[in-house]
């Protein structure tokens, strides 16, 4: 192990010269980057390192866009670096980066890495097992997705290196894979949810040739492991643009379980609703909690147990909770929803029956449960979907502004709960033991 990461270090490696861009020729100024990322760079050049502004941030200001964060490559090794900074930690243990805290921002600083060409660092499928060696600028440009995400931007000099022709693709808003398509997806299938996402999200066209094995590899996507899996799923959901990233991944079928979820018009339809009122409420600025829209997403599957159990003669309570573990064990785990997910969604289920007992004291606490708002935000989806009548959600709505009084008077006037959730309608026989049941579900 150890020689072998010396002969990596030894100095036949690859080098190749970058195509530089000055100052006059792009447009990104350094005056658009952090002033944390800026000191970090200035540090490292100052202690005789090279320091780039790299990845995600350099395109996206090239793009016009305002970059979530500002990482930072370098030659220097964690140790080298670490020493510079008051508050710098290596963390990692797969590949070490530092991370630099300046004020309150972490910036992560990582060393030039190589990808590993041995072939005893891939499983049977090409998937990459490892890519743990430091390596030259020129060879970590190319162990790097895209063309668009290898560009390196610094920011004392204003230029832009360029190994793989990431400038010009930008320019004509092309998303290209670095290499060939087919061995960087088998590498790290991973890749073909990012080409689907970054595509969208950056309104970018995919390349004909990253484009055209997607469908044909889709299949390597079950070698994923489920934590990175569920990682990338939601990033893709929380893009800001949903809607139309998950139409992509569905055309090209590299999620086989949104189309089990998503299999009827009805599933579909609520699934919709959710991800537009997702990429709207993030594009306003507010904040979207991943496990609401994955108890959207799951919701149809619950909603249809559910009633296939009343069907076969199950009471409404039982059907409900039997149809949330099923929903829970089996979809959730097609998604790898961590358990600490799975809670939270239970819960915003679980709340729902409650929204329609609208005497005494119930209302109040439904108020007070720490689920509440995303509850409340679910059963609007629900109302706008027709599933329960709009009255409700706007009735809550209400009660949640109103004061004391006006709460009161509200209660007085409240309809007396006609189905629970956990009913259909038709079905409907004895109302006012039914809906206890229901509420009972809830507790
Ligand atoms: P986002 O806007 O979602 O953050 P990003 O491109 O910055 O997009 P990150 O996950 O932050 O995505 O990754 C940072 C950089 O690391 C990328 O720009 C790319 O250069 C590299 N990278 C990320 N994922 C991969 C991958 N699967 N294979 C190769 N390189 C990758
Ligand atoms: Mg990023």
Redo the contacts with the bound molecule.
């Keep these: 192990m150890i020689g072998h990461f010396i002969t990596r270090l030894l100095p036949q490696r690859f080098k190749k010269a970058p195509r530089i861009y000055r100052a006059a020729q792009h447009t990104i100024r350094a005056d658009a980057i952090d002033e944390a990322a800026l000191s970090v760079v200035r540090r490292l050049h100052s202690a005789g390192f090279q320091a780039f502004i ?4 350099v ?2 200001l090239m793009l016009g866009r305002r ?3 500002f ?1 930072i490559a370098t030659d220097a090794t964690p140790e080298e670096t670490k020493p510079l900074f008051r508050r710098a930690f290596i963390i990692g243990r797969r590949f070490r980066l530092v991370h630099v805290h300046v004020s309150h921002d972490v910036i992560e600083v990582s060393t030039f890495r190589s990808a590993q060409t041995d072939e005893d660092a891939t499983d049977e499928h090409g998937r990459l097992l490892s890519d743990n060696v430091y390596g030259t600028q020129a060879e970590d440009a190319l ?4 063309t668009i ?2 560009l390196y931007f610094d920011p004392e000099t204003e230029e832009i290196w360029d190994y793989v022709g990431g400038v010009n693709d930008v320019r004509a808003r092309r998303l290209k894979l670095i290499g060939s398509p087919t061995t ?1 997806y088998r590498e ?1 299938p ?2 073909m949810l ?1 080409a689907v ?2 595509a969208s ?1 950056l309104g970018l066209t995919l390349a004909p040739t990253s484009e055209a094995p997607l469908t044909k590899l889709a299949a390597l996507m079950r070698n994923i492991p489920p934590a990175r899996l569920f990682e990338e799923t939601q ?1 893709l959901l929380l ?1 800001g643009n949903a809607s139309e990233t998950v139409a992509q991944v569905r055309r090209y079928q590299l999620l086989p379980s949104f189309d089990a979820l998503l299999s009827t018009p009805i599933a579909e339809r609520f699934a919709d609703l959710a991800l537009a009122h997702t990429d709207a409420r993030l594009k306003i600025g507010k904040t979207v909690s991943p496990a609401y829209l994955f108890a959207a997403l799951l919701w149809p599957t619950v909603t249809r147990e559910r009633d296939a159990h009343i069907e076969a003669g199950m009471k409404p309570a039982p059907a409900f909770i039997t149809a949330m573990d099923t929903a829970l064990e089996e979809h959730a785990k097609m998604l790898a929803v961590p358990r600490r997910f799975q809670g939270i969604i239970r819960e915003i289920w679980g709340l729902q029956p409650r929204f329609e007992q609208r005497q005494g004291q119930r209302p109040y606490r439904l108020l007070e449960q720490p689920r509440f708002r995303a509850a409340y935000d679910f059963l609007c989806l629900r109302t706008e979907n027709r599933e329960m009548p709009r009255e409700l959600s706007v009735w809550w709505e209400k009660f949640q502004e109103a004061d004391m009084d006006a709460r009161k008077e509200m209660l007085a006037a409240a309809p007396k709960p006609a189905t629970g959730s956990g009913s259909r309608p038709r079905r409907r026989r004895k109302k006012h033991s039914h809906a206890k049941t229901t509420a009972a579900s809830a507790e």
């Design positions: 790299v990845g995600g941030a395109r996206d970059p979530k964060d990482d162990r790097r997705d895209f995400n290898a960087r790290d991973v890749r990012r996402r970054l999200k990033k893009s």
